[in-house]
């Protein structure tokens, strides 16, 4: 087993709400996440409320997804830390990434969210993440 590994996630909440015309859309991205340390299990939950607007207010959709990863109880701390706060965001977001794009595209109006890099949601996660 590897020192930390990505093991499943589950899309918690999704709401889909577009209006108008997709033509105009100036579209806007905020990430809210948190994090839950299971020592006791190895377990690591980041929790990542992905939210996308336009400016008009005709599209809204939030998402609430949960990946949960495992790591070895040996791990070195600082090694944790990187995994917990910097790697953990970018493995999820593919997964939200695609569950956006598949539903917006059966609805009728497709939303291709770009890549991207994540590292700026270290410190909140950090800040975010309780041990039990």
Not at 7 to 27: F, V
Not at 93 to 100: D, K, L, S, V
Not at 102 to 123: A, F, W
């Amino acid at each position: 087993m590897s020192a930390f590994r990505f093991i499943e996630y589950r899309i918690k909440k999704s709401l889909i709400e577009i209006n108008g015309d997709p033509k105009s859309r100036n579209i806007g991205v905020d990430f809210i996440p948190s994090g839950t340390i299971y020592y006791n299990e190895s377990k690591f939950v980041l929790t990542l409320q992905t939210n996308i607007m336009d400016d008009k207010g005709e599209l809204k959709i939030e998402v609430l997804s949960e990946g949960v990863f495992e790591f070895k109880n040996n791990t070195a701390e600082k090694d944790l830390d990187g995994f917990f706060y910097t790697n953990a965001s970018a493995i999820l977001f593919p997964y939200i990434r695609a569950y956006i794009a598949t539903l917006t595209t059966l609805s009728g109006e497709p939303i291709v969210m770009p890549t991207m890099n994540l590292i700026n949601l270290r410190d909140e996660l950090r800040k975010n993440t309780v041990e039990k």
